[in-house]
């Protein structure tokens, strides 16, 4: 019963535009550019409340509601501040994670990083504090949220610290690794729960505020190990992996053990471990595991999000995998993922979006078996615009399979249209089936928009990355054009109407789709790209250590021997720039903290003393993600523009083509 009202919801709204002409004009670039108007939404424990970030022009504000709409607990105003995170601490605290530029002035080896604080309110007194604000002895940053426990009918919050000493000149740093504090998140009042070391990686707090197990990861050997206890406690287990330690420390399914992420050579396996060291037997992990689905009141290992184009949490339990299988159909024809949910599952938040949907947060309850739409976050931008969201399959030229994420135009018949290839950022990442708003920015302006999944990226398993190792500028580069001449020759895009556009480590391979490789692209846009993979190299070492796991993990994906590894001058398109066989834009923050500003700056430069087209736009107060408004809108009209001045899309159609409606149960 459940699952059919509410996949008639979903087919009779879909059948309500489905087949409706195509606008005269698509909706403006604000309406694709500007942050979503709802993120970051999270139920309370019991279900009953529900918090999220409201954006309202180029302000966001905190909210928090009861389910039923009859009360009104918090509408705070937060500016533009850069919120990243909201969660709760039982029903009358809220948890919310601000992240900041922070400048690092004289004596450090880069000028920026990006913190994090946490903001603690109690919604009963409305107070409010920063985590570590009143204690000078302990750096305002939050280096790392280990969860909160309820000890003795007060909540608690465990965070990272970096621990100053004292002396009589004033605070000075102790050390650069982070402790772990405990934290009263009524009075704001802090105490060591463990000391951390400079090989301390992570610690795993019961609901009882116990620290059952830690990680340690070091960065020079690449030794890792799991420990019982705060600190000098029973190993569990133990191994080396250059590209990293445990990424994922839970408890397991009962309350002896606990489960993670463990290395295996370069990748990760999902492992049981007994607290007693005795073998835990077999576990129901799942290979293709992303990542643990845990209890929210226990912490207890209940499930697995599996990997797939459709990414979909598996529940040990059979009531609770019965009651999420149900959800998940209950939308068809588009994408469907989980956002919050009750430990019992009689409430649950989920967002869909796809054809005709441009992100839709649905509250589910169980109990009465109704879905009903809590938010839009692209409110402005209609059904109609909103066209067709696919997987489409490929081989690479040495035979390797490949998929990708393909967005038709709306009102628009596939054959032979302009189109944009916009690789990933990562690059171990990927692209799945679901409104991408620069993605669909493109794809509202008449142009197919093509997402490769190249080799290298994540949720295809461990071969299939371990495939992008040394392939950065090669074949990962050729995995992509690999993909746009699958799209020719089945008709569906204009090989001489081709423009590259990625953000990240996108950008640099729209770089490298005109500089490493030539005849393929009329135009091409990079947001924060690399450029000088060499130089990149020697930004990681000084922002993270000579020996860190992440100068290995770009090294490695880089094919390189060392940092100034002459051999990645072939692939490094700041030094092919006199190659550029088409036009190309730039576009950097002046905040990034992850891809230098100079990398832009220095192949603009390097264009211009070629006497090849390009534009730099630097933006102002603006992060690798561009959190804020303003620089996204900027990002959003520039490269917009861009394109249109380079590829200019078909005029609109006399006779729009239909879109096809999702199909009803």
């Known amino acids: 019963m459940f699952r059919l009202s509410v996949a008639l919801v979903v087919s009779s709204v879909l059948s309500l535009f489905a087949f409706g002409p195509a606008l005269a004009a698509p909706p403006p670039i604000e309406a694709y550019g500007k942050l979503p108007a709802v993120e970051h939404l999270s139920l309370s424990p019991s279900g009953q409340r529900y918090a999220f970030i409201a954006v309202v022009g180029d302000k966001r504000r905190l909210v928090a509601e009861t389910v039923d709409g009859s009360k009104i607990l918090l509408a705070s105003e ?44 109690n919604l009963q007194t409305r107070k409010a504090f920063a985590v570590f604000d ?50 009263d998140l009524d009075s704001g009042a802090i105490e060591i729960a463990a000391h951390g070391s400079e090989i301390a990686d992570s610690w795993l707090v019961g609901p009882d505020g116990e620290i059952i197990a830690r990680t340690t990861y070091d960065q020079t050997s690449g030794a890792w190990q799991v420990i019982t206890g705060s600190f000098a406690g029973r190993v569990l287990a133990s191994g080396k992996s250059k590209l990293g330690g445990v990424d994922a420390l839970a408890r397991g399914r ?32 799942d290979d293709n595991a992303d990542d643990l689905v845990t209890d929210r009141d226990t912490g207890l290992w209940v499930g697995t999000l599996s990997r797939g184009d459709q990414p979909t949490p598996k529940f040990f339990a059979a009531q609770a995998e019965a009651r999420i299988r149900g959800v998940f159909k209950a939308f068809p024809g588009q994408s469907v993922s989980l956002e919050s949910r009750t430990s019992n599952l009689d409430r649950i938040v989920v967002k869909t979006s796809g054809l005709g949907d441009s992100g839709t947060y649905w509250l589910v309850d169980m109990t009465t078996h109704k879905a009903d739409p809590l938010a839009y976050e692209r409110p402005e931008i209609g059904p109609d615009y909103v066209g067709t969201i696919k997987m489409v399959d490929w081989k690479a ?32 990442a990927r692209d799945y089936p679901v409104f991408d708003w620069w993605a669909q920015l493109f794809a509202s302006r008449g142009y197919v928009v093509f997402q490769p999944n190249f080799r290298g990226s994540s949720g295809y398993g461990l071969d299939f990355r371990d495939a992008g190792f040394g392939q950065i ?24 109407r081709a423009c ?18 030539h005849g393929l692209y009329r135009c091409a846009v990079s947001m924060a790209g690399i450029s000088d993979l060499p130089a990149f190299l020697e930004y ?60 832009s700056q220095e192949m603009a430069r390097a264009l211009k003393a070629a ?35 380079y590829n200019p899309p078909d005029p609109e159609p006399a006779t729009p083509v239909k879109q096809a409606a999702a199909a009803s149960p």
Do not use: C
């Open 134 to 183: 009143r204690h000078p002895t302990v750096s305002t940053a939050v280096m790392g949220d280990y969860g909160v426990a309820q000890i003795k009918g007060r909540w608690y919050g465990f965070f990272g610290g970096i621990t100053y000493g004292s002396s009589p000149t004033g605070p000075y740093l102790e050390h650069s690794w982070a402790d772990l504090y405990r934290v």
């Open 473 to 496: 500028g090669r074949k990962m580069e050729t995995d992509v054009s690999d993909g746009l001449d699958m799209l020719v020759k089945q008709g569906i895009v204009d090989p001489k």
């Open 397 to 428: 030229s040495d035979g390797l399979a490949l998929r990708g994420v393909l967005n038709l135009p709306p009102g628009r018949d596939p054959k032979n249209l302009p189109v944009i290839v916009m690789p990933h950022g990562g690059p171990e």
């Open 540 to 599: 990681v070492r000084d922002k993270t250590g000579e020996d860190s796991d992440s100068v290995r993990y770009w090294k490695t994906f880089m094919g390189a021997k060392s940092i100034w590894e002459s051999e990645l001058g072939p692939i490094s398109p700041v030094k092919q720039a006199a190659k550029a066989d088409a036009p190309l834009l730039l576009v950097h923050g002046k905040d990034d903290t992850v891809v230098p500003l100079d990398q």
């Open 254 to 285: 009962t309350p002896d053990t606990i489960v993670v992420n463990r290395p295996v050579g370069d990748g990760a396996s999902v492992q049981e471990l007994k607290l007693s060291g005795e073998a835990a037997g077999k576990s129901p992990e």
């Open 611 to 645: 006497s090849k087209p390009v534009e730099l736009v630097t933006l102002d107060s603006a992060d690798h993600w561009l959190l804020r408004e303003d620089t996204r809108l900027a990002m959003a009209q520039a490269s917009l523009d861009f394109v249109l001045k």
């Open 500 to 517: 590259i556009v990625g953000w990240s480590y996108g950008g640099y391979a729209a770089q490298a789709g005109v500089t490493v490789q």
């Open 78 to 121: 937060v500016g533009t501040a850069k919120v990243v995170g909201v969660s709760w601490a039982g029903e009358d605290h809220l948890l919310v994670e601000i992240s900041h530029t922070v400048p690092l002035g004289f004596g450090f080896t880069v000028s920026k990083l990006e913190m994090s604080t946490v903001v603690v309110i």
